[in-house]
């Protein structure tokens, strides 16, 4: 794939998600009078109580930011789609369908969300590791190249993170819910701070383009 259109793809996922993102939200304080916080706030609640069609114009944004991440890994070095290439390929393509279902998966469906969660998980280390891997063999290849080393160092960490994620012990669906005395001195439950779970699946979502990213600059010739 030209660099040119790589460029050119990744550049509208990143740019489109942030357009979906930003209404998103925007969208979310006018209906509930809440302002929107990924750390306690569930990616699917964009489209909370909302029928597609209804949000249509937030969402033809996601919609197109993922189809140009599925666009960048359908063609991603495709002459050469074998080993650690095909582990990328098919790993970045299942992030990006599994994160636009994550936008709609409500929580009354908790078997389906579970589900939904344990393989964007799993896609979202995958994927990383994959860039870790082919950033190693890029060095292994040229030891001169110090810039492929760097990327198999930063992307090992981002899968060694995303890993640390999915092992803590606090990613479960327990929806605790903090205590709160309002000024009529009247007991109320009001979300925590941090609701590990949420808050994780915005990282599993962070990953996809934080990984596109890499994939680029690894590829990029300099």
Request: neutral net charge.
């Given at each position: 794939?030209?660099?040119?259109?790589?460029i050119g793809?990744?550049?509208?996922?990143?740019?489109?998600?942030?357009?979906?993102?930003?209404?998103?939200i925007l969208?979310?304080?006018?209906?509930?009078?809440?302002?929107?916080?990924?750390?306690?706030?569930?990616?699917?609640?964009?489209?909370?109580?909302?029928?597609?069609?209804?949000?249509?114009?937030?969402?033809?944004?996601?919609?197109?930011?993922?189809?140009?991440?599925?666009?960048?890994?359908?063609?991603?070095?495709?002459?050469?789609?074998?080993?650690?290439?095909?582990?990328?390929?098919?790993?970045?393509?299942?992030?990006?369908?599994?994160?636009?279902?994550?936008?709609?998966?409500?929580?009354?469906?908790?078997?389906?969300?579970?589900?939904?969660?344990?393989?964007?998980?799993?896609?979202?280390?995958?994927?990383?590791?994959?860039?870790?891997?082919?950033?190693?063999?890029?060095?292994?290849?040229?030891?001169?190249?110090?810039?492929?080393?760097?990327?198999?160092?930063?992307?090992?960490?981002?899968?060694?993170?995303?890993?640390?994620?999915?092992?803590?012990?606090?990613?479960?669906?327990?929806?605790?819910?903090?205590?709160?005395?309002?000024?009529?001195?009247?007991?109320?439950?009001?979300?925590?701070?941090?609701?590990?779970?949420?808050?994780?699946?915005?990282?599993?979502?962070?990953?996809?383009?934080?990984?596109?990213?890499?994939?680029?600059?690894?590829?990029?010739?300099?």
């Open positions: 794939m030209g660099i040119g259109l790589s793809l990744i550049s509208s996922s990143i740019l489109f998600f942030f357009a979906f993102f930003l209404f998103g969208y979310y304080k006018k209906r509930f009078n809440l302002p929107y916080d990924i750390r306690n706030t569930f990616p699917y609640e964009i489209n909370y109580q909302v029928k597609f069609l209804d949000n249509i114009f937030v969402n033809i944004f996601l919609i197109l930011s993922l189809v140009s991440s599925i666009g960048y890994f359908i063609f991603f070095d495709i002459k050469n789609i074998y080993g650690v290439n095909l582990v990328i390929v098919i790993s970045g393509i299942l992030l990006a369908i599994l994160i636009f279902f994550l936008f709609f998966a409500d929580l009354k469906y908790l078997r389906f969300h579970l589900l939904l969660l344990v393989l964007t998980a799993i896609a979202a280390f995958v994927l990383p590791a994959g860039v870790a891997i082919l950033g190693f063999i890029h060095y292994q290849a040229d030891h001169s190249d110090i810039f492929s080393l760097i990327i198999f160092i930063i992307s090992a960490l981002l899968a060694l993170f995303i890993f640390g994620v999915m092992m803590n012990p606090k990613l479960n669906f327990r929806l605790e819910m903090d205590k709160e005395i309002d000024k009529n001195g009247n007991e109320k439950l009001v979300r925590p701070k941090y609701f590990v779970l949420a808050f994780s699946e915005w990282i599993f979502i962070f990953s996809l383009f934080a990984s596109e990213l890499l994939l680029l600059l690894l590829i990029i010739p300099l």
